[in-house]
Each structure stands twice: as C-alpha cells, then as structure tokens.
C-alpha cells in the first residue's frame, strides 16, 4: 500500500469513534444495530484492526452516510458540499462542518410550536457555544431560564443541564459550534492594540 493509503486507512478509527459519540451511542447500542461485536467496533475505532467494506456497510446504514464519508475518501469534482440535515429531539441539525474530532459546527432548526414545551434537560460531555440567527431562543441552563433574541450568543458546558427551544413558539434559527471533549470557541471582540 502506498502511504497516501495508509494516511487514509489510519485516520478511519477516530472518524468512526468521533461519529458514534457525535450521535451519542456506546459501543452496545452499535453492536446491537449493526450486528458487529463490541470488540471488533473498539478494536476498528482504536485502530488495531484494519477496517473492511464488510465491517464498513452496516456502519454507513446505521449512521445513514455515504463509505466516502466513513474513511474521509478525498472527493473528486463537484466542488459543492452537499448538506444532509439530521432530525433529533424534534429539531433539525445541519452539519456545517466534516472533519472528525475536534469543533463541529451546525445550523440548528428548532421548528414553531402551538404551545410551549415542558424543558426536558439533558446533560454530555463538551462544551458548546450558539448564536441565534432568527427568533427567540428559550435556554434553560441549570436553574437558570434565558431568553437570547437574534444577534446573542452563549456558551456553556455541556455537562451542566441544558435545553434549548423556542421562547415564543416561533420558529428559531442558531449556529453551534460543539467540541466533544470541551474544546472552547475563542472569541475576539476586537483586535488588541500592538504596542
């Protein structure tokens, strides 16, 4: 093999491992929807087992991605990136970025409701930073109740409870950035004075 292949092949197991705790499953729940055993799913995340279009299919179906997506293949032609929104808790996410590990970045879409939602407050692992592009976001963070109208940020912990939705039953519109293992946005308001 070339090592152009091997970069490739090496970099499949943190891809594969960042994407099952993107979506929040253990190795259990992927055992059990791909019909993989346990070890062999850590073995391929960890690297010490090489992965196969076998082991490879049933991770696509469950993860509903194209292989390419699965072992980074380099893309050829069409420059565009085509966006493939994910449904989860009622909201639509749309991932931004593609890279595995490291910040995520979506466009989240919490949909109008007739009436307001009963916070159901979640906690993991990261950290996560948001701006509302339209609407009113209702963020419920600890004991703590905000509402954030376009053009506000924030950011937080993910491992204190949190629920995001809409503040008014209207439609909101955010960006998140999301670090998995609590990597923090840096923010600079302004440029500092060189002296």
Request: charged residues 25%; glycine residues 10%.
């Amino acid at each position: 093999m070339d090592q152009e292949t091997d970069d490739v092949l090496d970099a499949v197991g943190p891809r594969l491992r960042a994407l099952r705790r993107e979506r929040g499953l253990t190795l259990s729940d992927l055992a059990a929807t791909t019909g993989v055993s346990e070890s062999t799913l850590s073995r391929l995340e960890s690297g010490q087992r090489r992965a196969t279009l076998e082991l490879l299919l049933p991770l696509a179906r469950t993860y509903d991605v194209p292989l390419d997506d699965l072992v980074g293949a380099p893309r050829t032609g069409d420059p565009r990136i085509h966006l493939k929104p994910i449904e989860r808790f009622g909201m639509v996410f749309i991932p931004l970025s593609r890279r595995p590990g490291g910040v995520h970045a979506f466009k989240m879409i919490i949909p109008a409701v007739p009436e307001p939602l009963d916070p159901a407050l979640k906690t993991h692992e990261g950290f996560e930073w948001l701006y509302v592009l339209s609407g009113r976001l209702r963020l419920v963070l600890g004991d703590r109740d905000l509402t954030l109208p376009a053009g506000e940020a924030a950011e937080f912990d993910t491992s204190l409870p949190h629920w995001l939705g809409s503040a008014d039953g209207g439609p909101v519109e955010l960006l998140i950035l999301f670090g998995l293992q609590g990597e923090r946005a840096h923010v600079r308001a302004r440029p500092e004075d060189r002296h």
